[in-house]
């Protein structure tokens, strides 16, 4: 079987196509997910002619089970939960606290290395669109919408190449508008659905934003 998603540059021109409304809008300031959202939405801001930026947030990864979401952090502190997997796996507040403290320090290494001197984004009144690679339990979305929410941005919109649809329907009840290119069933894995699913390095994350910079 031929699998949907080339690569993240791929996926990010698909999604440009599909959000071509918001081509050469004033207002528009385009989010990546770090690290595997940045090189999709750098083709999303080329592609509409806007800013690109980050929204730091980190998913909580339940207790040998890293993969698995039991909760997302944002920058601001911001934590949102997945009561359910915290139940159906007895993790403990005490376990809770441990990952979120190892996350935060991360979340503190990522905007020093990404941004530094950097001033953040302008969110009040802004149409963001907000892209990662893909989103398996949304946790690390759910808490980037919850973060941008606090600063009052004009409308927000998911830009998804792949998730599942019941994920997408979540999603939609705290974003503005969701725009997802391919919702397989049975989801399995984001990178699943990729040709080449690499990971994006550090190294990288910084070159594409310098390279949006300079654009801009």
């Known amino acids: 079987m031929k699998l949907p998603l080339t690569n993240r540059a791929v996926a990010?021109?698909?999604l440009a196509d599909a959000l071509a409304a918001y081509r050469d809008q004033k207002n528009i300031l385009v989010l990546a997910l770090p690290r595997g959202g940045v090189?999709?939405?750098y083709e999303v801001a080329?592609?509409?002619?806007?800013?690109?930026?980050l929204v730091l947030v980190r998913k909580l990864g339940a207790p040998g089970q890293?993969?698995?979401?039991?909760?997302?952090?944002a920058s601001d502190g911001t934590k949102v939960l997945n009561r359910e997997i915290i139940k159906s796996l007895q993790i403990t507040n005490e376990d809770i606290e441990r990952v979120q403290r190892e996350e935060e320090q991360e979340l503190a290494r990522r905007e020093q290395i990404y941004r530094g001197d950097q001033v953040r984004p302008e969110i009040q009144g802004k149409t963001i669109i907000l892209v990662d690679d893909g989103v398996a339990t949304?946790?690390?979305?759910?808490?980037?919408?919850?973060?941008l929410r606090t600063q009052n941005p004009g409308r927000i919109v998911i830009a998804l190449p792949v998730a599942p649809a019941e994920i997408i329907a979540l999603l939609r009840r705290e974003a503005d508008e969701v725009i997802c290119l391919y919702c397989p069933?049975?989801?399995?894995?984001?990178?699943?659905?990729?040709?080449?699913?690499?990971?994006?390095?550090?190294?990288?994350?910084?070159d594409i934003l310098a390279r949006a910079r300079q654009a801009s």
């Open 66 to 73: 890293r993969e698995l979401a039991m909760g997302a952090i």
């Open 39 to 41: 090189p999709v939405a």
């Open 185 to 206: 069933e049975p989801f399995l894995a984001i990178g699943y659905w990729y040709q080449d699913f690499t990971q994006v390095s550090d190294h990288e994350v910084r």
């Open 138 to 147: 949304g946790a690390t979305m759910r808490a980037a919408v919850s973060l």
């Open 12 to 14: 990010g021109r698909a």
């Open 46 to 53: 080329s592609a509409l002619g806007a800013p690109l930026d």
